[in-house]
């Protein structure tokens, strides 16, 4: 017959699923310090010895890492998606900005479609708050915090599509945009008229997200990104004219 003793689960691998899941889920982020063993302990209601059995199991399968008189940290390498030589071949070549950027059109079209059609009551209520936060850092003028917020807004939106691949992957992507790899932001928030633009796009974007309007949120998602990458053409072009004109000055400066 097909049937066996049930045995209780050992606290430490209930414990080992939970944090695994927080992780899996994007709840606990690469770099994250856990609370300290006993505040831990308490919080999930186990013994200090099967929480230490837990972080061990979790240690040996590389999702969390101990620092020395520090504590214990989800593991930096789950937010790298990349090699250290893939990430310096992109940012060396121009063509990987266009590529990011056609990557995240058909990526987050489709996680704001989810948003959407899938999103939780509270998703949306992240998504609105970090969009009221842009809101009040244009009007004070504040471009890096706008900046970063605008990383914020389109993140909250893959966290609300409820796919978990997808986030791990678009939150690598973000990490290598913030570190510049693929294009600047704050280039693109240098002008205000393009800073109301960018604003008038993702105030689109979240209308359409806050009405559960899927098609509504892919077409604003696309927009807002045709809308950038036509930005960072004619940056593009501007600093391959300007160099043109540099060497024509030269030039004349010679003949005089």
């Known amino acids: 017959m097909p ?3 049930i045995q209780t689960e050992k606290l430490s691998l209930a414990v080992v699923r939970q944090i695994e899941l927080l992780i899996l889920r994007g709840i606990l982020r690469p770099g994250e310090r856990l609370p300290a063993e006993r505040e831990l302990a308490e919080r999930l209601g186990v013994s200090r010895p099967s929480l230490r059995e837990a972080i061990s199991n979790l240690q040996d399968q590389g999702l969390l890492t ?3 008189g520090s504590g214990i940290y ?3 390498v789950l937010g790298s998606a990349f090699s250290p030589a893939l990430v310096r071949l992109f940012s ?7 590529d990011f950027l ?5 990526l987050e079209g489709l996680a704001a479609e989810r948003a959407a059609r899938m999103g939780s009551s509270s998703d949306l209520k ?3 708050a970090i969009f009221d936060k842009m809101e009040a850092a244009h009007a004070r003028n504040a471009t890096e915090e706008e900046s ?8 909250a939106i893959i966290e609300a599509s409820h796919n978990v691949l997808m986030l ?4 690598s992507m973000y990490d290598l945009l913030q570190q510049g790899v693929f294009y600047n932001r704050q280039m693109m928030f240098q002008q205000s008229t393009t800073r109301g633009a960018i604003l008038d796009q993702h105030r689109a974007i979240n209308a359409a997200i806050q009405e559960r309007d899927p098609k509504g949120a892919r077409n604003a998602v696309h927009q807002h990104l045709s809308f950038v990458q036509r930005c960072m053409e004619d940056h593009q072009k501007a600093l391959r004219n300007e160099e043109i004109a540099q060497q024509r000055l030269a030039h004349e400066t010679e003949q005089t």
């Open 66 to 68: 101990a620092k020395a």
């Open 102 to 106: 056609s990557f995240r059109q058909d």
């Open 148 to 155: 970063e917020l605008d990383a914020q807004f389109h993140m």
């Open 3 to 5: 049937f066996h003793k």
């Open 74 to 76: 989800v593991a930096e």
């Open 92 to 98: 060396s070549h121009n063509e990987a900005v266009f």
């Open 126 to 128: 992240v998504v609105q």
């Open 168 to 171: 791990h992957m678009m939150r």
